[in-house]
C-alpha cells in the first residue's frame, strides 16, 4: 500500500503546481501518490500535470468550485494511503520532506494529524520574504506557526498538514468553513483525543500572496475566522488572537494625544525599530527589512480588523437592544416601501 497520499486543492495556479510538482519529483522518498484537485478554475492546470506523469505516481480530477475544505475532503474520497499530506498550491517541498515525516511517524506511531513550520527560500522576492518574516516572527503571531518559542499550542495548517487517514474519516474531514477551516480541522482531532505533533524538520516552501495588498485581505479573512473558531470553540480563543486587535486600537488611541505628547509615538517608533532589526538579523537585507515593517504592520492591521469587525458584528451587536430595535425599524420601513 501506497504510505502517503499527497493532496493539493488548487484555483487557477498553473504555474505554481508546476513548481510544487517539481519540487516533489525531486523527494528522496519516492513512496507517495500525488492527487491534484482543480476546484473550477479558469485556468486549469491538466496540461501541466500531464508533464509528470511518467515520473510522479499523480491523479487529476476536475470538480465544481466549492472552496478549499469539500475540495480536500474530495481528494481525501480518492485517496489510497495511510496518511494524508495536504500542501498548498503555492509551496515548494524540501527534497527530504518525506524522509523526515517517515522518521518522525517510525518513532511517534501514535501520531494522530502532525505538521510542520514554513519558510522562505532564496529564490523568493523580497516582497515574499518579507511576508514571510511576518508571517513567523515571534513579534507578530508569536510564533504559533511553528516556531520554536509559542504562545500557543500548535495547530497544523493546510499548507503543510498531515493525517492518519483512518483519523481523517473518524472526525468527518475538513468542514465548510472558507477560512479557519484547518485549525477548525486541529481542533476536532484533539477534542476526539488524537495526539497532534510537530514535526520540526518536515517544513515546506511557502511563497504566499506575491503583493501587499492580497495580503492584508488574506490576514483580514484569519481575524474574521478567528472570531468564528471562538463561536465554535470558546476555549480556543487565547491572548496571542486578541493582540493585534489590542495593537489597531492602542495605535488608534495614541494618535490623538500624541498632538499634544509627540513622545507617545516614540512607543510605535520604537517597535517599528525592533522589526525592522529583528528582520536585519534574519534576511541580512536592508530592502528586506523595510519591507518587512511594511508587512508587519498589515498584517497587525489587517487581522487585527477582521477580527475587531467580526467581534462586533457577531458578538456584541446581536445583544444589544438597540441593535434589534433598528432592525424593526428598517422592516417597517421596508414593508412601508412594498405598499406604496
Known amino acids: 500500500m501506497i504510505d502517503f497520499s499527497v493532496i493539493v486543492p488548487v484555483y487557477n495556479r498553473p504555474d505554481e503546481v508546476d513548481e510544487l510538482l517539481n519540487s516533489l519529483e525531486r523527494q528522496t522518498c519516492k513512496d507517495f501518490e500525488v492527487i491534484i484537485v482543480e476546484d473550477g478554475s479558469t485556468l486549469p492546470c491538466d496540461s501541466v500535470v500531464a508533464k509528470y506523469t511518467s515520473s510522479l505516481n499523480i491523479r487529476y480530477f476536475f470538480k465544481e468550485n466549492s472552496g478549499p475544505g469539500p475540495s480536500r ?4 474520497d480518492k485517496s489510497r494511503g495511510s496518511y494524508l499530506i495536504f500542501f498548498d ?23 494522530g494529524v502532525f505538521g510542520g513550520a514554513d519558510n522562505a527560500s532564496d529564490s523568493f522576492t523580497k516582497i515574499q520574504k518579507a511576508i514571510n518574516y511576518s508571517m513567523t516572527s515571534f513579534l507578530t503571531t508569536g510564533g504559533i506557526r511553528g516556531g520554536s518559542k509559542r504562545l500557543d499550542k500548535f495547530y497544523p495548517r493546510t499548507f503543510n498538514l498531515g493525517v492518519k487517514k483512518d483519523v481523517f ?25 488524537y495526539s497532534c505533533r510537530f514535526f520540526p524538520l518536515a517544513w515546506v516552501y511557502h511563497k504566499r500572496r506575491t503583493d501587499l495588498r492580497k495580503f492584508f485581505r488574506q490576514v483580514h479573512h484569519s481575524g474574521v475566522a ?115
Open 226 to 340: 478567528r472570531i468564528d473558531l471562538y463561536i465554535l470553540y470558546p476555549e480556543s480563543l487565547k491572548l496571542v488572537h486578541v493582540l493585534p486587535s489590542v495593537f489597531v486600537a492602542g495605535n488608534i488611541l495614541l494618535l490623538v494625544p500624541s498632538f499634544f505628547l509627540p513622545c507617545l509615538l516614540l512607543l510605535i517608533a520604537f517597535f517599528t525599530l525592533l522589526i525592522f532589526v529583528d528582520s536585519l538579523i534574519r534576511n541580512r537585507s536592508l530592502a528586506i527589512s523595510g519591507l518587512s515593517v511594511a508587512a508587519c504592520y498589515i498584517q497587525l492591521y489587517g487581522y487585527g480588523t477582521g477580527f475587531i469587525k467580526s467581534f462586533i458584528n457577531k458578538i456584541v451587536l446581536p445583544f444589544l437592544p438597540t441593535f434589534h430595535i433598528s432592525r424593526l425599524f428598517c422592516r417597517r420601513c421596508d414593508n412601508g416601501k412594498r405598499k406604496n
Open 73 to 76: 475532503n474530495f481528494g481525501a
Open 169 to 193: 474519516d473518524d472526525v468527518r474531514g475538513f468542514s465548510a468553513m472558507r477560512y479557519g477551516e484547518d485549525i477548525d480541522f486541529s481542533i476536532r482531532v484533539i477534542k476526539a483525543g
Open 89 to 111: 498550491s503555492d509551496c515548494v517541498i524540501p527534497e527530504k520532506y518525506f524522509e523526515e515525516v517517515g522518521k518522525e511517524l517510525d518513532r511517534l506511531p501514535d501520531t
